[in-house]
């Protein structure tokens, strides 16, 4: 029956809207109580105690799969273009679609002869492969969708917006197993990111994922982060929540640059050979970052300083040091000697925090003794040479600003670990650094301040 059922979808184009929405339900019903037929009460010795073995749904109808597929495929599509035109009309197509899909992709809540509420899983994981076929319509179905009202596109009512919160309560929940979250995020991962307007509660949302325990969450916002059109949202914020939200722009840009930062800081993210983030660290470093306060830039480096590995500091191509570029370049340092620019109120605050970060972490490589006393040369005179970029490009060389900075730099003269081989190094660094001018300049930064 549904293999006949599922190859003459052409008696859909036959249908009106109203049949159209009644087969949807239809489909879903009977799928839904088959899966309910064939589950078992006995639950499954794991950690999860509300855990049931999975739905036999997909293994007990291998056969007919592709056809079903096809056949969701086709009637989500029908959904989406008997839709109504207004905004009505996506939620409502929406909530078609998933309950369509509800019996292949959802955790069932199952009540037991104790009154207890345990959970089956949707597939096995020796189903995953057809398993992943079928989420791909339920995705194609999600883009068709979107592409149903452009008008709506890039706003927190589109079909985007409608998928991230979907899956954050329900695909993401933290009893699916992690086999079922694998596919879920490599097949979400295809839908047009490009498209998806992150508000600042998506944003907070997406930052609390990096303390997850289940760390594919995040890595699955390590792939769909890139994506997304950053240069429009960013103008969007200022252009329309700015006026009525005068904070809005900061605490996008203070949540942009905390993501860069913690996707950074994930070995198992950067060690994938096709992750994006160094692509999306370019493109963020062109960002205006006046608008970001010295508070909220401060709470940022505080939470790499806890996260980082400090050795990294000196190491040249680590990811800490691409941190610290743009760590540098959000405290407002200009990347080379530039005419003097309009700066934001907390610029000397944030800078001043910046080199102070740099400072301890260099400190914190002195109590290890197995360090080549080189390495600590070349982030000395790195850190030295930004502050003095910065100081001729404002054109103030003694400014009280660029005293901060080098008072900041020069504990590094004071706060060595006492036992530390470096210290001689150290010293002869920053005083080398001191009396040698940027090329740029005809004499040293503030030399009788240093």
């Known amino acids: 029956m549904i293999g006949s059922l599922a190859k003459n979808r052409s008696d859909l184009l036959k249908l009106t809207s109203k049949e159209v929405f009644e087969t949807a339900n239809w489909l879903s019903s009977f799928f839904g109580d088959l899966r309910l037929k064939s589950t078992s009460s006995q639950a499954l010795p794991?950690?999860?105690?509300?855990?049931?073995?999975?739905?036999?749904?997909?293994?007990?109808?291998?056969?007919?799969?592709?056809?079903?597929?096809?056949?969701?495929?086709?009637?989500?599509?029908?959904?989406?273009?008997?839709?109504?035109?207004?905004?009505?009309?996506?939620?409502?197509?929406?909530?078609?679609?998933?309950?369509?899909?509800?019996?292949?992709?959802?955790?069932?809540?199952?009540?037991?002869?104790?009154?207890?509420?345990?959970?089956?899983?949707?597939?096995?994981?020796?189903?995953?492969?057809?398993?992943?076929?079928?989420?791909?319509?339920?995705?194609?179905?999600?883009?068709?969708?979107?592409?149903?009202?452009?008008s709506l596109s890039f706003s927190p009512d589109d079909a985007m917006s409608r998928l991230w919160n979907h899956y954050k309560s329900y695909l993401s929940q933290s009893i699916v197993p992690g086999y079922i979250l694998t596919v879920f995020n490599t097949r979400l991962v295809e839908l047009p990111w490009e498209l998806f307007f992150p508000t600042q509660h998506v944003l907070t949302q997406m930052i609390e994922m990096e303390a997850d325990s289940i760390e594919e969450k995040f890595i699955f916002i390590s792939r769909?982060?890139?994506?997304?059109?950053?240069?429009?949202?960013?103008?969007?914020?200022?252009?329309?929540?700015?006026?009525?939200?005068?904070?809005?722009?900061?605490?996008?840009?203070?949540?942009?640059?905390?993501?860069?930062?913690?996707?950074?800081?994930?070995?198992?993210?950067?060690?994938?050979?096709?992750?994006?983030?160094?692509?999306?660290?370019?493109?963020?470093?062109?960002f205006?970052?006046?608008?970001?306060?010295?508070?909220?830039?401060?709470?940022?480096?505080?939470?790499?300083?806890?996260?980082c590995n400090p050795y990294?500091?000196?190491?040249?191509?680590?990811?800490?040091?691409?941190?610290?570029?743009?760590?540098?370049?959000?405290?407002?340092?200009?990347?080379?000697?530039?005419?003097?620019?309009?700066?934001?109120?907390?610029?000397?605050?944030?800078?001043?925090?910046?080199?102070?970060?740099?400072?301890?972490?260099?400190?914190?490589?002195?109590?290890?003794?197995?360090?080549s006393l080189d390495l600590y040369s070349v982030s000395i005179r790195d850190l030295y040479r930004t502050i003095e970029v910065a100081a001729i490009s404002d054109g103030r060389p003694a400014s009280p600003d660029t005293v901060t900075l080098l008072s900041e730099f020069l504990n590094l003269l004071n706060n060595s670990h006492p036992d530390s081989t470096a210290t001689p190094t150290i010293l002869q660094t920053v005083l080398q650094s001191i009396l040698s001018p940027h090329p740029g300049s005809s004499r040293p930064v503030d030399r009788k301040s240093g």
């Open 46 to 150: 794991v950690s999860l105690p509300t855990l049931l073995p999975p739905s036999p749904l997909y293994s007990t109808l291998q056969p007919y799969i592709h056809f079903i597929g096809s056949f969701l495929l086709y009637t989500g599509q029908l959904l989406v273009a008997y839709g109504d035109e207004d905004k009505e009309g996506i939620g409502s197509t929406w909530k078609l679609i998933v309950k369509l899909f509800d019996p292949w992709i959802h955790m069932t809540p199952i009540k037991q002869t104790d009154n207890t509420m345990n959970f089956q899983p949707c597939w096995n994981d020796v189903d995953s492969g057809i398993a992943s076929d079928l989420i791909g319509h339920f995705v194609t179905c999600i883009k068709s969708l979107q592409n149903r009202y452009p």
């Open 224 to 286: 769909i982060l890139p994506q997304i059109n950053w240069s429009a949202v960013v103008e969007k914020y200022g252009s329309h929540f700015a006026p009525t939200d005068p904070n809005a722009p900061s605490d996008l840009i203070g949540s942009l640059l905390l993501l860069n930062i913690m996707m950074l800081s994930k070995k198992r993210i950067m060690e994938c050979q096709d992750n994006l983030i160094l692509e999306l660290v370019e493109k963020v470093l062109s």
């Open 288 to 307: 205006s970052w006046s608008s970001l306060s010295a508070s909220a830039y401060t709470q940022i480096i505080q939470w790499q300083e806890d996260h």
């Open 312 to 371: 990294m500091i000196l190491e040249e191509k680590s990811c800490l040091r691409i941190a610290i570029k743009l760590l540098r370049v959000a405290s407002e340092f200009p990347l080379k000697i530039t005419s003097q620019q309009e700066e934001s109120e907390g610029a000397a605050e944030k800078r001043s925090c910046c080199v102070r970060f740099e400072v301890s972490l260099i400190l914190r490589c002195t109590k290890r003794s197995d360090i």
